[in-house]
């Protein structure tokens, strides 16, 4: 059975920082491969991410095969983690992460510093807020991002506001539909910068069930009020403004990975995912850290981060057992061109591709920022060395089988491999 | 039926008492004045008609204590600056405040700029401050080697330091208060009289009474002089500063504070790091008739970040924490507004328009002078008490630190449990988000409340005269 963790006791081997469905897998699947000593800090009072405060379905299908509610679904990782031997310390934020995973954690008894063999980043994403989306107008209360007012929603019982907008067609974004009819709020519109709705059918036809106003090639300009919220602006196709009367906003999607505490670190982070850059394993530029699931790119549902941290758990177990290749060793650097926003991994190996246990991830997964129709092209230096016509849209990942890739005209094992999309009209 | 209502900051009645001293509004000069008047002897009340005191211009500004070297020369701006630059050097540590010399360059980025650069140089030493020198493009890039390389010479100002903009005031006022002098939240004044030397100012908390009024009410100080005095000593025009702050990560690109070449109006467009660890870009400069709208906007903002961009290529990567905008209260002159009305027991202190924060020691100073020029004096306390202030920068040693402070609410800016139920308590309790972010940080790093909103809400529930939140 699980337990709490306790600093006196052997080395850790592997510290997961973060409970979430990707974490939780991680360290779950590490167990099961035999590892000794795995924990999960997680900052919250109860492990379980963002589902925590998702009280809604269809959580659960890859992994249960059966829909749940989001708490229900982060109660049973948390329980099988335990199972699996996985040990929890609640209440805890890693503060610093350090070369040769040199740790160092705050409880409320005061700060500690402890080491493991290997650390795994699950730290997942957020939604952008307000300021970084550069909105105009006073600062006034009542603009909140889903997951804030999912969690004083879900796990506080309180509502901030009673006739909000929502800003953005994400699938959160109807999740936040859910959650105000939950909570006895009334949405007064949802709004889309975009032509076409970003979450796929059948979820577009939430705001209709609802009775929600869809405006669509909307964009919020401005928000205006004394303390609250009074009214935001807005701004369509043809460049016409108009003010819409509410007392809230939820800034739905536009997910960025929580990684300040790389950032703030030793580890790299690329511009582009904003997440650590990784290897086809999901290794960090110091190889004792791995990251894993959305903290790698926005972003996947809770069932996907799961399937991910499952992986990264047998390739840091493999890791572990000296079966990975060496970190030093020549490998691709992957960038993209404009019009795809990031690729994922940012480093290829070639070689040690074989067993499943050290094949790491398959595909390369890229993204747009609008849906376009080309020719998806990946070169390095004059040689192109895979082509395909595609048909992107921002909400599907595209994904690139890495084995595909000829790198065959790459003398030296390290030439840059550079994607780009390019439209056709 | 005898007993005596206890005397609330935030609620009920305004003493009925005739206090010595009466400071309209708690910006930082306000309070700055309440503990300079309190520890000289005088018993003291401060009105403040916001729920939280540093509400007006106080609560947005780039938090630097400057030495005064670019300062008018023979100004009483200049002499307030510079005096309340020492007295802060003395006192700081004692308060539990911060203080970090990192130090300015104003930077020239084109071949005019390099001109002026002569002059300024001459107007620092001119204004005492010795250490102020010209330094070369080389010179520049070994202090600060992730500027732009556009960057042609610059003028160092080694004294130049970075404060906590909030805590400070809120010590100032801390301390008076610990000493005696009474603070009435929620209290705007609305009118007033002076009858055989006593003044009786209406508020909407009711009437209190001084025989001195010093108006400190800063973007409404003109406003407060019609409605009491009949006519105002000088007119005030808000000028609106737009700031960037960028993520806890690009603080690490710039060591000192880098100042523009200033023009005639304004001082231009800064980077500087915070001790909250960020670094900030602005402010802009737009004059505008309105006394509290602090909007921000995204044109300007875009253009703040494209300077920023310019001056520090790395900040390209570097994401967005917050946007924020404060209100300058410049009156008609660019000169402070210091005016005594001695026939009137009256003291202006207007038109504080950039340099508060550095100057509010001084100016405190240098009122108390011109009060006792009119002849009136008090018995200096001996050994008046000294509050510590809750300490919030990055680097100092924090509650989180501490045994027992409870969960960990702000992730992103290690808000404790402990230090935020502490900030909802009396003397000073913060009754609104704003007011509690300036006590805490609360809410105020990258994830802006993603995170902390919710507990956040539960824990503030009773304290908010505009709650965040209600029952489902």
């Known amino acids: 059975m699980g337990k709490a963790f306790n600093n006196d006791e052997a080395p850790i081997d592997v510290a997961v920082i973060g409970g979430g469905p990707a974490g939780l897998s991680a360290a779950t699947t590490l167990k099961q491969a035999g590892i000794a000593r795995v924990v999960v800090f997680e900052r919250e009072p109860e492990a379980g991410g963002i589902p925590r405060h998702c009280g809604h379905y269809p959580f659960g299908m890859r992994e249960f095969k059966w829909p749940l509610k989001g708490p229900a679904y982060a109660a049973k990782l948390v329980a099988r983690a335990k199972r699996a031997g996985v040990e929890f310390s609640l209440n805890t934020s890693v503060v610093e ?65 009673k006739r909000p907008v929502i800003i953005g067609t994400e699938l959160v974004a109807f999740s936040a539909i859910m959650t105000c009819a939950h909570a006895g709020m009334k949405p007064v519109a949802m709004i889309e910068q975009n032509t076409s709705v970003t979450a796929r059918w059948p979820t577009a036809l939430f705001p209709w069930i609802n009775n929600i106003p869809l405006l669509m090639e909307t964009k919020l300009v401005e928000i205006k009020g004394g303390d609250r919220v009074r009214e935001i602006v807005v701004r369509n196709g043809k460049g016409e403004t108009r003010t819409i009367e509410c007392d809230g906003v939820i800034l739905t999607g536009q997910f960025v990975p929580e990684a300040s505490l790389g950032r703030m670190g030793h580890i790299k982070v690329d511009p582009a995912t904003r997440g650590p850059s990784v290897d086809q394993w999901g290794r960090c530029s110091d190889p004792t850290y791995f990251a894993t699931g959305n903290l790698l790119r926005p972003v996947e549902t809770a069932g996907r981060s799961w399937q991910e941290g499952k992986q990264t758990g047998l390739w840091v177990a493999a890791d572990l057992a000296g079966k990975l290749p060496h970190y030093e060793q020549k490998a691709h650097p992957v960038r993209v061109e404009p019009t795809l926003i990031y690729a994922m991994p940012q480093r290829i190996y070639r070689n040690n591709l074989d067993a499943q246990d050290v094949a790491g991830m398959t595909h390369v997964q890229l993204r747009v920022v609008k849906p376009i129709k080309g020719e998806l092209i990946a070169s390095i230096g004059e040689h192109v060395i895979w082509r395909k016509n595609i048909s992107a849209k921002p909400e599907r990942r595209i994904e690139v089988p890495i084995a595909e890739l000829d790198t065959s005209t790459s003398s030296n094992n390290q030439g840059e491999i550079v994607f780009s999309l390019v439209s056709q009209a | 039926m005898n007993f005596q209502m206890e005397k609330s900051p935030s609620q009920g009645m305004l003493s009925n008492d005739v206090c010595d001293v009466l400071i309209i509004g708690a910006g930082v000069v306000g309070c700055a004045m309440a503990r300079r008047f309190t520890l000289e002897g005088a018993r003291v009340a401060i009105l403040e008609k916001a729920t939280d005191i540093l509400d007006g211009a106080s609560k947005a500004n780039s938090a630097i204590l400057h030495t005064g070297f670019d300062a008018p020369p023979g100004s009483i701006e200049l002499a307030c600056i510079r005096e309340g630059y020492r007295e802060y050097q003395e ?169 523009p070449v200033p023009t005639s109006r304004t001082i231009g467009i800064v980077v500087f790091r915070t001790v909250f660890g960020n670094l900030a870009v602005g402010p802009t400069a737009e004059d505008q008739q309105s006394r509290c709208d602090a909007s921000v906007d995204e044109d300007a903002v875009k253009a703040l970040i494209a300077d920023g961009i310019a001056k520090i290529p790395d900040l390209k990567d570097m994401p967005i924490t917050a946007l924020y905008a404060g209100l300058r209260p410049a009156s008609e002159l660019k000169e402070y507004r210091i005016l005594p009305q001695a026939k009137k027991n009256w003291i202006s202190v207007g038109g504080i328009r950039s340099t508060g924060l550095s100057g509010a020691l001084g100016i405190a100073q240098h009122v108390f002078k011109l009060y006792q020029k009119m002849g009136l004096k008090h018995k200096k306390l001996k050994n008046p008490m000294v509050p510590i202030a809750n300490v919030l920068a990055e680097k100092a040693h924090r509650d989180w630190q501490r045994k027992d402070h409870g969960d960990i609410i702000c992730h992103c800016e290690m808000v404790s449990e402990r230090e935020i139920k502490r900030a909802l308590e009396e003397p000073l309790p913060a009754r609104s988000l704003a007011g509690l972010k300036r006590q805490t940080r609360v809410t105020m790093g990258r994830c802006q409340g993603f995170y902390c909103t919710a507990r956040l809400a539960e824990l503030t529930k009773d304290h908010f005269e505009t709650p965040l939140s209600e029952k489902i």
């Open chain 2, 91 to 259: 006192i700081y540590k004692g308060m539990g405040l911060v203080k970090e010399d990192c130090g300015a360059h104003v930077v020239a980025w084109s071949s005019n700029e390099v001109d002026n650069l002569e002059g300024i140089h001459a107007q620092a030493h001119e204004n005492g401050v010795m250490d102020v020198r010209l330094i070369s493009a080389k010179q520049l890039q070994n202090a600060e080697p992730n500027l732009s390389t556009k960057a042609l010479a610059a003028i160092a100002v080694p004294r130049e330091s970075i404060i906590d903009p909030w805590s400070a005031p809120y010590a100032y006022l801390a301390q008076a208060q610990k000493n005696g002098a009474e603070v009435f939240l929620s209290a705007g004044v609305s009118g007033g009289k002076f009858d055989s030397g006593i003044w009786t100012l209406s508020t909407t908390r009711g009437t209190i009474k001084a025989k001195h009024v010093i108006n400190c009410a800063g973007l409404y100080g003109d406003l407060v002089e019609e409605a009491v005095l009949g006519e105002a000593n000088f007119q005030i025009t808000p000028r609106k500063g737009q700031f960037v702050v960028f993520d806890k990560a690009a603080s690490k690109l710039v060591n000192s504070v880098i100042l």
């Open chain 1, 97 to 161: 992460a350090n070369r040769s995973g040199l740790l160092r954690v705050v409880t409320s008894a005061g700060p500690k510093s402890l080491s493991a063999k290997r650390v795994i980043y699950a730290t997942g994403v957020r939604e952008t807020p307000r300021s970084a989306r550069l909105v105009s107008g006073p600062r006034v209360q009542g603009v909140l991002n889903t997951g804030a007012l999912q969690s004083m929603v879900y796990l506080e019982g309180r509502r901030p506001f």
